[in-house]
């Protein structure tokens, strides 16, 4: 039983997948006599926490009922109240939850306090579900890195692009719209200077079908995007900044660069530091980046070990001759070849969509 009201609880995490940056998604299901009586997700930053709004729909007392939620309730005052507290002071009998939250203003002090109460908790009912739930809170507050989504798409016979550098569009509109939707959950953005010279994407979230309950609110929130541009070669009038919260990113020594242009290390080949640049964003907030970008920054990314989760897109097509899928240096013996895990293969419309993780 309480596997199954503590996945009930992640399908309602799940509804808030598009908005609750740069909260973690929480979901919060109240049972007692193996009844539902209350139930909750957390939608917003600033807004009612899950546990919050499980209590505020409670259809009775919830005095004695076990409280499932999908992450650790918190123990401070932030922008809304303690959900700990509240669990408390409503009475219920008994915390389960999937995983301790690893915030520095947490990490076992919710549960603490819930101990503290007498009320029986469960500190680990689900470690692997609230980590795919949240990949980038996990990571950030563990590890002070964001969690890396590289998106690439691609013919059958590998390429990106024609010969002249065009590419829209090897992929259908339904693998499309699913590229709106990995830019809807995540935090921020990052391409390169190469992909806004060649092809002039615009980087927005803007397709009201990502999730049509919540489409005001997802459209309504611009993301952040981070042009790295080392020598500052981007003009302003590209349409990637007509988004407010795009930023270019160059050197520090880089000519005429914008005037609110982020200047940032470079590392001994003259290109962003990228490790470095990454962990700034953590320290930011910033917990889950999607990298949009061509074969020189999907390589260098890929180089240094940065990506998490990689999500390619394969048109059932043969373009013959073009641009590769990303450059990385040549190997001289293929036991130097890295291996990746499929973790998730669909088709998307009549395209294949693949998710690997790295070995």
């Known amino acids: 039983m309480d596997q199954t009201f503590l996945a009930q609880a992640f399908r309602l995490a799940q509804q808030g997948r598009f908005t609750t940056d740069p909260n973690p998604r929480v979901g919060c299901v109240l049972v007692r006599d193996g009844r539902v009586i209350g139930e909750g997700f957390h939608q917003t930053a600033g807004g009612p926490h899950a546990e919050a709004e499980a209590l505020a729909n409670a ?19 932030g922008r809304t109240p303690s959900c700990a507290q509240a669990l408390i002071k409503a009475g219920v009998a008994r915390v389960v ?61 590998g390429f990106t692009a024609l010969p002249n550098g065009e590419s829209q569009w090897i992929t259908s509109p339904a693998a499309r719209l699913e590229v709106q939707r990995l830019r809807a959950q995540s935090s921020a953005i990052v391409t390169g200077a190469n992909t806004v010279l060649t092809d002039d994407p615009e980087l927005t979230v803007r397709d009201p079908r990502i999730d049509p309950n919540y489409s005001d609110l997802i459209l309504s929130r611009p993301k952040p995007v981070y ?17 407010p919260l795009a930023r270019q990113v160059c050197g520090l020594e880089a000519l005429n660069p914008h005037p609110n242009a982020l200047k940032t290390k470079l590392n001994a080949n003259g290109q962003i530091d990228l490790p470095l640049f990454f962990e700034a964003l953590a320290a930011k907030g910033v917990l889950e980046v999607l990298v949009e970008c061509g074969p020189t920054l999907a390589g260098a990314v890929m180089q240094a070990n940065l990506v998490d989760e990689l ?27 890295r291996g990746w895990s499929l973790s998730d293969t669909r088709r998307i419309g009549p395209d294949l969509k693949l998710v690997l993780k790295p070995d």
């Open 97 to 157: 939850a999937a995983a301790p939250d690893p915030h520095a203003r947490n990490r076992g002090t919710g549960f603490d306090l819930l101990e503290a109460a007498g009320i029986e908790v469960i500190r680990d009912g689900d470690l692997e579900g609230a980590r795919a739930l949240n990949p980038g809170h996990e990571k950030t507050h563990s590890e002070g890195k964001p969690y890396v989504r590289l998106k690439l798409a691609a013919t059958l016979d």
């Open 227 to 243: 042009v790295l541009d080392s020598q500052s070669r981007t003009a302003l009038a590209a349409k990637v900044y007509g988004n």
């Open 59 to 77: 259809t009775e007392s919830v005095t004695g009922a076990t409280a499932y939620v999908t992450l650790e309730p918190c123990s401070y005052h």
């Open 311 to 337: 999500v390619l897109f394969l048109a059932p097509k043969f373009m013959g001759a073009g641009k590769p899928l990303l450059q990385l240096p040549e190997l001289d013996k293929m036991s130097d070849l």
